[in-house]
């Protein structure tokens, strides 16, 4: 019997991902819903070859419904969630509204797939930080391997992640500066086309961005409690595509040949690191793709046992819906969850 999923926010960049994600991978779906606010009632979204027409997520009734996929923003999941779970859902949130509960599970199916059965406390399960899900994916392998103490990351984040209002803004800048027409600034603090912004999130007491703040408390919920992480995290004028760069201390030795033999054995992993120009994945490429690409694996000298390297990832697919698609695939696969009985 297949499943009846839900997409709350199907109109977003994410929620159409996560609808070309689950027609891409075959996923056991006999019934897929879109749904969003009441303002995007009747706006059409593309499932595979079929059209969905969006319903309004305020009067639906979810008590038939096995797997809702919600991408609507923290202010709508925390109001929602509950009340879906309440049905009888499973709700993957890919907002922050759930990450730090505590009885609620944070995943990264390649890292963490154990602690999905942890969902039946809330009914809940989150999807991590864009930039966080790249990021344990690269370490995790590595991590079992040595045990990593610290680790510095610097990001370079595509408008994407800000959402569509973020990717009209570096197109209409770009367009404006190319016609030598007026600027216009809304959804950055600062003009984005040609520059980067190192504040993504808002300001927190200790200077740190909240999304600086993600990535530290994350990777410690999905990966291990004890690891030290200080992050820089910047806007970039890129479409899509996350890029970071990484710095690890490791307790334990490692060797670049030994690191890059790991991560290529390693789930979710692909390593493309030639020492020559080109000879790495840029953001541009990982558009797309379902991989964490890892490149520019080498020795830091700078500390005992350390290891720098590029990661890049396609931050609405691996950083988003493909991730809380495959948390969906292992409740399934896990037979942690069966689809319900659907009235005739």
């Known amino acids: ?34 749904l969003a606010s009441r303002r995007s009632m009747g706006v059409e979204v593309s ?16 008590s038939d419904v096995d797997i809702c996929l919600m991408s609507a923003g923290g202010e709508v999941s925390k109001e929602w969630s509950p009340k879906i779970a309440a049905q009888g859902a499973v709700v993957i949130d890919n907002s922050s509204a759930f990450r730090y509960d505590s009885d609620v599970p944070l995943i990264v199916p390649e890292v963490n797939a154990d602690a999905v059965a942890g969902f039946t406390k809330r009914g809940i399960i989150a999807n991590p930080n864009c930039s966080t899900a790249q990021l344990v994916v690269a370490l995790k392998p590595l991590h079992d391997f040595a045990k990593i103490k610290r680790v510095v990351v610097s990001t370079y984040q595509s408008v994407s992640g800000a ?86 201390e490791f307790e334990n030795p490692i060797s670049p040949d030994e690191a890059r033999d790991i991560l290529r054995k390693a789930p979710g992993c692909l390593v493309i690191d030639k020492r020559e120009p080109g000879g790495y994945v840029t953001p541009y490429e990982s558009a797309g793709e ?12 700078t500390v005992e046992n350390g290891l720098a390297f590029w990661c890049v990832s396609d931050n609405l697919r691996k950083g988003a819906a493909l991730n809380a698609i495959q948390i969906a695939e292992c409740l399934i696969n896990r037979k942690l969850i069966s689809a319900k009985k659907k009235a005739a």
């Open 163 to 248: 959402g569509k209002d973020g990717m009209d803004e570096l197109f209409a800048q770009t367009k404006s500066v190319y016609t030598n027409s007026e600027l216009v600034t809304k959804k950055f603090p600062k003009r984005i086309a040609f520059n980067v912004i190192p504040h993504i999130d808002t300001f927190m007491e200790d200077g740190y961005t909240r999304e600086e703040w993600k990535m530290m408390a994350e990777t410690k919920k999905i990966l291990d409690p004890a690891i030290l992480l200080t992050a820089t995290c910047v806007r970039v004028p890129v479409f899509i595509g996350h890029s970071e760069a990484v710095n690890v």
């Open 290 to 301: 379902d991989a964490t690409y890892i490149s520019r694996i080498r020795e830091d000298a």
């Open 47 to 62: 499932y595979g070859d079929k059209t969905l027409k969006v319903k309004a997520l305020e009067n639906y009734d979810f």
């Open 1 to 34: 019997m297949g499943y009846k999923v839900a997409v709350v926010g199907a109109t977003g960049n994410v929620g159409r991902e996560m609808l070309n994600i689950l027609e891409e991978r075959s996923f056991p779906a006999n019934e897929v819903v879109a």
